[in-house]
């Protein structure tokens, strides 16, 4: 008969337990699973790069070396080089699309236009383009510097001028500042692959650089193009999670999936298009209404006041509400799973990227010049199911909750400097009177393994600390659901942090974006150094960043190139090199001599928090403040 497994998400619990059948799950998959994987793959010593293999290694083992004589510690840095390259490429693939829309955009190409010019100049700037030059040759120039970024094979990415110059001196020293990200990407794999590099430490230092070419290269171009074509995020009410009032009873509902925010904008030009809405209500409809998922999700819900309708960990339940026409997707992120559970219902998958299509779905290929065409093709495609709906199949249990997001750098700038003054002084000086204790990031993904709990339990347990949090990605999505992105929230706060939000309105948690905008929280860690008074470079502020509950590859390149730009990590509930002792010592222990900050590993949210106050507490301290 039909068995619930027991699943980490409140809302997905309800939602598949009213389910008439069993649908295969990934919370069913992975009690199917167990929960014993294979400890080789799991701490990184399983290597697989050729053919004489795959060798389960184990450290300190002579008989069981790899059969080419490779050390627990070479295949387990080798195989964190391999997830820093694909989860850089990964932002770094996305950042370029944005940057090809961009060009497109201002060549007259597509039907979008550059909608932040407050914004603009300060980018150009950044980019070492002139900024005082005439718009059209302005936008020109920031789109051929912006594309170079990906394919320079010598010299310095522009971004990293941003950072302290203490911070950039080091790169140099190091010999770490990225040259162009494809660059970075291509060699970081040769290097991994079979006979090439076998020095660990060489491996791991080649993965800061790598990974520093997605945080001040891929990941910032993504950002800040973004911003550009579609506007500066500045706060915004909207609501998150599955509820009436984010997938509609009496609308087309189409939820769009994935991270690159161009097929979104266009889907949300299309849905208001009176054309689109008469089709719609041709067939039963009131219009046609949009929900996003994931990175894409926290893109327009920043932007648009879109609501988020889940997280990574909700994908399956939104679908399986019954209620969805479509799930349109671009990339990464996307289970597989998700055209299974489709198949259940009347809602059709619609690939929509080239890079990126699904067995059992449907492709219908986005191109940015053709913006409007294309995503009326892909409405009209869901508002031909909306007969299809089968009521006796909905169930939308309503559990939305109120968040307060767009919080892009700029904007604390201005909510904490005040509209006159836009500046982190405030801020700074907030921490060195210890009404701020400091700030953490508490960013990532959610993951099916993890109780959800932790990252929640963790960020009260900060907040009432007086820690400041900031937040992204599907952690920043979970945090809404648990009421944190409400100003409200500010009274979990210390008294002293409680008084200093309250003062301005905000929440105590603070929604910066989508994965790729963790380059806002570089920028911002930037400026408060520029802003003085807290030190000279970034591992000298009293911050830190974790990821709880991370699952995917880019999660990690994240990590690296915060811990090179100075800010230490904690990871949890594991790390993927712990099989190797050696390896594992130099990017928890080493890194900190090297970039003075590194990784840290926890499970409980009590270890998170300890970890993560005390850290703060000591940088404090060594500040004398
Ligand atoms: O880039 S947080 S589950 S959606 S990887 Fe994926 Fe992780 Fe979510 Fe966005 Ni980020």
Excluded at 61 to 68: I, N
Excluded at 338 to 365: C, D, Q, S, Y
Aim: include cysteine; aromatic fraction near 4%.
């Amino acid at each position: 008969g039909k068995r619930t497994p027991k699943v980490q998400n409140k809302t997905a619990q309800v939602i598949y337990e009213s389910l008439g059948e069993e649908i295969l799950t990934a919370p069913a998959r992975v009690e199917r699973r167990g929960t014993t994987p294979c400890l080789f793959g799991k701490g990184g010593t399983c290597c697989r790069v050729c053919n004489m293999g795959p060798c389960q290694v184990v450290e300190g083992v002579e008989e069981l070396k790899g059969v080419c004589g490779a050390s627990a510690a070479t295949v387990v840095a080798r195989n964190f080089g391999r997830m820093v390259a694909s989860g850089g490429s990964a932002h770094s693939d996305h950042g370029r699309q944005v940057a090809i829309d961009f060009y497109e955009t201002v060549h007259g190409e597509t039907p979008f236009e550059v909608k932040d010019k407050r914004k603009l100049r300060v980018v150009a700037q950044a980019l070492g383009v002139d900024p005082n030059q005439e718009e059209p040759e302005l936008l020109k120039q920031i789109a051929e510097v912006a594309l170079r970024v990906f394919n320079q094979q010598e010299g310095e990415i522009p971004f990293i001028r941003r950072a302290p110059e203490k911070r950039q001196a080091l790169w140099r020293e190091l010999g770490v500042v990225p040259r162009g990200v494809d660059r970075e990407v291509v060699e970081l794999l040769h290097r991994t692959t079979i006979g090439v590099d076998q020095d660990y430490r060489n491996i791991l230092m080649a993965c800061a650089r790598t990974a520093l070419a997605d945080g001040w290269g891929g990941s910032m171009i993504a950002t800040e193009l973004q911003d550009l074509l579609f506007g500066n995020p500045g706060p915004i009410k909207a609501k998150v999670n599955i509820g009436l009032s984010v997938i509609r009873e009496d609308m087309v509902n189409v939820a769009v999936h994935g991270h690159e925010p161009v097929l979104a904008e266009a889907l949300a030009m299309a849905a208001s298009d009176p054309e689109i809405v008469e089709e719609a209500k041709k067939v039963g409809a009131k219009g046609v209404n949009l929900a996003g998922i994931c990175c894409t999700g926290n893109e327009i819900l920043m932007r648009r006041g879109i609501p988020v309708a889940g997280s990574f960990l909700q994908q399956e339940a939104a679908i399986a509400t019954g209620a969805l026409e479509a799930v349109v997707v671009d990339v990464q992120c996307i289970m597989q799973n998700v055209v299974e559970i489709a198949k259940h219902f009347h809602t059709a998958v619609i690939t929509t990227n080239p890079r990126a299509k699904m067995e059992g779905g449907i492709h219908l290929e986005f191109d940015a010049r053709k913006a409007l065409d294309c995503a009326k093709a892909i409405l009209r495609e869901a508002i031909a199911r909306f007969p299809k709906r089968d009521k006796s199949k909905v169930n939308i249990p309503d559990h939305t909750v109120d968040v307060v997001v767009g919080f892009s750098h700029e904007t604390i700038l201005y909510m904490l400097g005040g509209r006159f003054r836009a500046s982190y002084k405030p801020l700074n000086e907030n921490i060195i009177n210890g009404k701020i204790l400091g700030v953490a990031a508490i960013v990532g993904c959610d993951n099916y393994r993890v109780t959800e709990e932790i990252q929640v339990e963790l960020a009260k347990e900060l907040i009432a600390n007086n820690v400041l949090v900031l937040t992204t990605g599907c952690a920043a999505t979970g945090l809404g659901r648990a009421g944190l992105l409400r100003p409200e929230a500010a009274e979990l706060a210390g008294d002293s942090l409680r008084e200093v939000l309250e003062a301005v309105g905000c929440p105590p948690v603070l929604h910066m974006g989508s994965c790729v905008d963790n380059s806002r929280i570089l920028v911002a860690a930037s400026e408060m150094v520029h802003t003085g008074g807290l030190g000279e470079d970034v591992n000298e502020l009293p911050v830190v960043g974790c990821a709880p509950q991370w699952m995917s590859e880019k999660a990690i390149t994240i990590g690296q190139y915060f811990v090179a730009s100075g800010a230490t990590v904690v990871f949890g509930p594991d790390f993927p090199t712990l099989q190797s002792q050696v390896a594992t010592d130099f990017l928890f222990h080493e890194m900190e001599k090297i970039f003075g900050a590194a990784w840290r590993v926890a499970r409980t949210a009590e270890e998170f928090a300890s970890i993560m106050i005390d850290h703060i507490k000591n940088k404090r301290k060594a500040l004398g403040i």
